[in-house]
């Protein structure tokens, strides 16, 4: 009886819509003012110090393992973000951080962690990515763009940023299944190089360049970033730095600092953070992207100061990514008797939680994604006074 008390005092402050609650001995409750927007189902009781240390983590293997149950279309992504907005909610503490073993970032164990995630298999993500096989934060110039027309947009938003010049050299770190590369080398006249710990990407990128007869234009390399050599004229790295651990962030902005050319200028784009946050999560650890951290602004910015780049350009996308996710989540749901038949039921239920909280988290302000344009060198130099010829180059 202690128990139920306990766990409808940290309910009934857990959301800000009304939400109903069925516990394990079939009595529902509802919460919250109105008719209840979300119904959840609780199967079995919870131990109270693992589900307030790190809630994340015990109401996600319960999703998975059916324990709980959350009724409704995108009902995850409603509750989630409800529980972000709502001041005081236990699912935002953060007192798992003590638990939580130090991770390391070894080469071997950060090809380890990219290979446990990416090499799920091509076929998989084939499901739920658009055609283009990106997985990062879309770019929507226009409300109805498809999800490919949007990521096709976000890599020559990426692209028009560094005013590239015909004939210069471009690395892309951590460059997935080669998008960039692709769109740099036929549409942009560089050189393109790009660098994956994954096999299956690896593989699938250099299948690419055969068949799209870009063998002279475009050099890919299963390698660690952190052991390439030579200068390049422009660095991309699209969501790559929330993989490398907050130890290495201070090497990886300098060996992006080391990788350019005097004046050469650079796109980083990734997840991050508009306040003090945990940057772990250890659902996220366990089971999704081990190894993982997300920095807030303020530490890539000391960073990028620390290792003696220069700031050009600064952009927040975070209504493009949960935009984006609710159109994987779309093509995973389209897609999810498939998932399971191949994957296994915990699997399906697990990667549909993941991509509805995610979209949860954008939605919330929980988490959010920039675009920062770098510069080896002084603020501005070799480009446009104004922004304008981003938006123009964008239009063309």
Known sequence: MLEKTIYRKLLSNAFDIPVSVTYWDGKT??????TPEVKVEIRQ??????????????????????DLLI???????????????????????????????????????????????????????GMWLDKTMTYSCAYFQHEDDTLEQAQINKVHHILNKLDITDGGSLLDIGSGWGTVLFIAAEEYGVHATGVTLSQEQYNYTKQQIKQRHL????????????????????????GMFEHVGKENLAEYFQTVKRLLKPNGRALIHGITGQHDGAGVDPFIIKYIFPGGYIPNMVENLQHVMDAGLQLTDLEPLRRHYQKTLEHWQNNFAANYTVVEGRYGHKFARMWDLYLQACAASFEAG???????????????????????????????
């Open 366 to 396: 929980n988490i959010d994604v920039m675009q920062y344009l770098l510069i080896n060198g002084t603020s501005g130099t070799g480009t446009p006074m104004t922004r304008q010829y981003i938006y123009d180059a964008d239009n063309k």
């Open 215 to 238: 063998e002279d234009k475009i050099d890919v390399y299963l390698e660690d970033y952190r052991d390439l050599k030579g200068q390049y004229d422009y660095v991309t790295s699209v």
């Open 71 to 125: 009724e409704g279309d995108h009902a995850i992504q409603k509750l989630v973000t409800s529980a972000f907005r709502k001041s005081g909610s236990f699912l935002k503490k953060n007192s798992f951080l003590k638990h939580l073993p130090k991770m390391s970032h070894s080469k071997t164990d950060s090809k380890e962690d990219i290979q446990s995630h990416y090499d799920i298999g091509n076929d998989f993500y």
């Open 45 to 66: 009781a919870f131990p109270l110090k693992e589900l307030t240390s790190a809630p994340t983590l015990v109401l996600g293997e319960a999703y998975m393992n059916e």
């Open 29 to 34: 409750e509802d919460y919250g003012r109105g």
